[in-house]
């Protein structure tokens, strides 16, 4: 229930955002309009048909792609036969009368005297309108859409993409509504309907010309999407938080546990019991440890920490789940991390292996390739940790990084529970280094950002981004939080591989460090690139994977630490430049 309110209010908010804007003109022709007959089901197609697509693209690969390019020019050309007929009924129907009559039975939008709406009209236009409308993937589409790749074509996944879907039909139908009143007024002040008419059909037609020419994607990648984002943002933490640390504020503080213990009675923790632990059964492989189950496992507290090699919150939350591990192991915890890939290239056990061993971690891992711990635990977060007690049940959570103190005193009040006599003792603090250090929090205003065109956002090359095709692409002058590309590039579902030598890719940041997961390509051959921060060599601001001059080399997939701010953090063009073909490009990260 939490996930369809957080992916209504999600969608609600999406008439904030530029990306609304190529679909408003198709919207507001149908102002003055009876609501029931005609603005309802237009908005109840464009949902429908937006949810359905939305699902497909998540889940389909390029195929859905393509499918949804056919339906955008179907849709083009249905709503530009909408537009001249709005524009003038008598010019369309001499150039073409046959689909003209067609189109003006369908829609009902030729605005001839008495003509009337119908329902069926109403929803065609709605399904039109939906194939073009493009969301921004914000914090809440993009947790939508991680979840619907991760589970698969399922109705949960529909319904929260309808959710998202309805809660931004919700915010258009009240400002058609206003939008309508203002319409109705100005016909009946100044007797001039035809004319508005014909206003309506020439920003329909611009509208179709915007999306037709790719503009949409262009010019409004150029507007920013920082505040609605926030609001997002917002929404997202407030519910998530009240979700999933409600129980928490009842439980392990952050403060140090009393000096004086009543040793006459067993020490019981007044963490609440959230349920029996699921199964570990399904893990593909177990790295550092043969297989372990819930039963064998009785008697010992356990953390379950799942996470994935190339997450930037997971790497920064390594350096705590290794000293806990440590620390309590001979107290009676078991450390047990569940790898669940969110990349291709997470699913190579082999991948995995290297990461544990430049981790340094030595605790258990279980390759949770098909998701089936994952489901389990009805888990949705990269990095999550569950503690189970010595009797098998759930009794803390928590979801992202931070709360170290928290987590960690909850372990100790487990591990009490089950008999240890440990002594009170002062939280881990790690001496983390390059990408696990902590982020600089108060200066971030970058989020991260993928280079497959499943979840791309913020592409300003000039050329259209081309699907699973090897296209030739230019820089433009990117804005805060836009990207580019430079030189030949096949963009994939969730990655962009360069084809040629001497491509590059370049980012408008503001973050004291950025991060890129970068990979070799399909040969394994080391890729040589060259980093420069407003055209500049890093010096001092280099990250931990390039040095002062911006040399660094790509041996394996994973993600590089490429910049860390040695001053004050402020707004920089970063560009990578690569001198060798087939590196394949992921996703930015900052901290």
Not at 435 to 446: F, G, T, Y
């Amino acid at each position: 229930m939490t996930l369809l309110i957080i992916a209504y209010l999600g969608g609600a908010l999406t008439i904030l955002s530029p990306c609304i804007l190529p679909i408003l003109p198709f919207v507001f022709a149908r102002a003055g309009q009876p609501f029931i007959k005609s603005t309802l089901p237009m908005l109840i197609g464009m949902s429908a048909t937006f949810a359905i697509v939305a699902t497909l693209a998540s889940i389909g690969g390029s195929w859905a792609i393509h499918a949804n390019e056919y339906g955008r020019l179907a849709a083009i050309t249905l709503l530009a036969i909408f537009g001249v007929g709005l524009l003038s009924p008598r010019t369309a129907s001499i150039i073409t009368q046959p689909v003209v009559d067609l189109g003006n039975r369908l829609l009902n939008a030729s605005g001839r005297p008495g003509s009337v709406p119908t329902a069926a009209s109403s929803f065609i236009l709605g399904v039109a309108t939906g194939l073009l409308w493009a969301p921004c993937a914000g914090p809440i589409l993009g947790l939508l859409l991680t979840g619907a790749a991760l589970n698969g074509a399922n109705l949960q996944t529909t319904f929260l993409l309808a959710a998202y879907a309805a809660g931004a039909a919700t915010s258009l139908a009240i400002a058609l509504l206003v939008g309508g009143r203002v319409f109705a007024g100005m016909k009946q002040s100044l007797g001039v309907s035809e004319r508005i008419r014909q206003v309506l059909g020439a920003a329909v037609l611009a509208g179709v010309a915007v999306i037709a020419l790719g503009l949409d994607t262009g010019l409004l990648a150029r507007l920013s999407y920082t505040s609605t984002s926030k609001l997002e943002q917002v929404v997202l933490d407030q519910l998530r938080d009240n979700d999933a640390n409600a129980p928490l504020s009842e439980v392990a503080s952050n403060g140090a546990m009393p000096a004086a213990v009543d040793r006459t009675q067993p020490f019981r923790s007044n963490l609440p019991v959230e349920g029996a632990a699921p199964s570990l059964n399904g893990a593909v492989e177990w790295l550092n440890s043969p297989p372990l189950t819930t039963e064998e496992l009785r008697g010992k507290v356990v953390l379950i920490d799942f996470w994935t090699y190339s997450c930037i919150n997971c790497i920064r939350t390594v350096p705590y789940v290794r000293a806990w591990a440590e620390k309590y192991k001979d107290q009676g915890l078991v450390v047990i991390g569940v790898h669940a890939p969110e990349f291709a290239f997470e699913k190579k056990i082999d991948n995995v292996r290297k990461a544990i061993k430049d981790f340094k971690i030595g605790y258990p891992v279980a390759i949770d390739n098909d998701y089936k711990i994952w489901r389990a635990f009805e888990n949705s977060y990269w990095p999550a940790h569950y503690l189970i007690d010595a009797k098998g049940q759930i009794r803390y959570h928590h979801f992202g990084e931070g709360n170290y103190r928290q987590t960690e005193q909850a372990i100790q009040d487990l591990l009490r529970e089950a008999g240890s006599e440990m002594l009170t003792t002062t939280p881990v603090t790690p001496d983390a280094k390059g990408a696990e250090a902590s982020p600089d929090l108060k200066n971030i205003r970058s989020g991260e950002s993928y280079l497959g065109y499943k979840r791309a956002v913020g592409f300003v090359s000039p050329e259209r981004l081309r699907a699973d095709a090897a296209s030739v692409y230019s820089v433009s002058q990117p804005r805060l939080n836009e990207w580019a590309l430079s030189g030949t590039w096949i963009i994939g579902a969730e990655r962009a591989v360069l084809d040629r030598p001497d491509g590059s890719i370049v980012y408008r940041f503001s973050a004291r460090d950025l991060h890129l997961v970068l990979g070799p390509g399909a040969t394994g051959k080391p890729v040589r690139f060259q980093v420069t921060i407003d055209g500049k060599a890093p010096g001092s601001s280099h990250g931990a994977d390039t040095d002062a001059a911006g040399h660094g080399t790509i041996s394996s997939t994973k993600l590089y630490q490429l910049v860390r701010q040695s001053g004050e953090v402020e707004e920089r063009t970063f560009e990578i430049r690569f001198l060798d073909p087939g590196v394949e490009a992921y996703a930015f990260t900052f901290g």
